[in-house]
C-alpha cells in the first residue's frame, strides 16, 4: 500500500487532497432487516491485520513527509439491500473479507428470508493532504 500512496503523492498537485478509504475490520457488517439489526458478518482471519498493515502504511507516508493528515478522519456506513436471504448468503460465501455469517445472525434472518435485508458496512475514511517533495 505504500508504493501506492506513493503513486498518488506523485500524481496529485500539490495541496491536493487524497481521500483514503478503507474497509474497517473493528467494525463488524451489520445485518439490518425488518427495521433493526438482526446479526452481524464474521471476519477472514487476519482481516484485522490488513487494517492494521494499511494504518502503518498511512503512517509511513506521513512519517516520510509526502502527506500530512488533514481535515477529517472517521468512518462512514454503506448500505447494500439484498432481495432476500439466498441473495445475501450468496454474497457471504463469495466475500473475501466477510466470509461467513457471525453465529446466530442467519437464524435470526430466517424469518426474513424474502427479504428485504441490507448489509450496512464500515468505511473508515481519512483525508491526507500532499506536501511538497
Known amino acids: 500500500m505504500v508504493d501506492a500512496l506513493r503513486a498518488a503523492h506523485r500524481?496529485?498537485?500539490?495541496?491536493?487532497?487524497?481521500?483514503?478509504?478503507?474497509?474497517?475490520?473493528?467494525?463488524?457488517?451489520?445485518l439490518v432487516a425488518g427495521g433493526r439489526v438482526r446479526?452481524?458478518?464474521?471476519?477472514?482471519?487476519?482481516s484485522r491485520g490488513d487494517d492494521l498493515?494499511?494504518?502503518?502504511?498511512v503512517t509511513a507516508v506521513v512519517d516520510a513527509g509526502l502527506f500530512r493528515r488533514g481535515r477529517g478522519a472517521g468512518h462512514l456506513w454503506h448500505g447494500t439491500t439484498f432481495?432476500?436471504?439466498?441473495?445475501?448468503?450468496?454474497y457471504v460465501r463469495s466475500n473475501r473479507r466477510w466470509p461467513a455469517f457471525a453465529p446466530g445472525a442467519r437464524r435470526a434472518l430466517a424469518p426474513f428470508r424474502n427479504g428485504p435485508i441490507v448489509c450496512r458496512r464500515a468505511v473508515?475514511?481519512?483525508?491526507?493532504?500532499?506536501?511538497?517533495?
Open 83 to 90: 432481495a432476500s436471504l439466498a441473495e445475501l448468503s450468496a
Open 39 to 46: 446479526g452481524t458478518l464474521a471476519p477472514r482471519p487476519g
Open 11 to 30: 500524481a496529485l498537485r500539490p495541496r491536493g487532497v487524497l481521500v483514503d478509504l478503507r474497509p474497517d475490520a473493528s467494525r463488524p457488517p451489520r
Open 53 to 57: 498493515a494499511a494504518d502503518a502504511a
Open 124 to 133: 473508515k475514511f481519512e483525508l491526507l493532504d500532499r506536501l511538497a517533495p
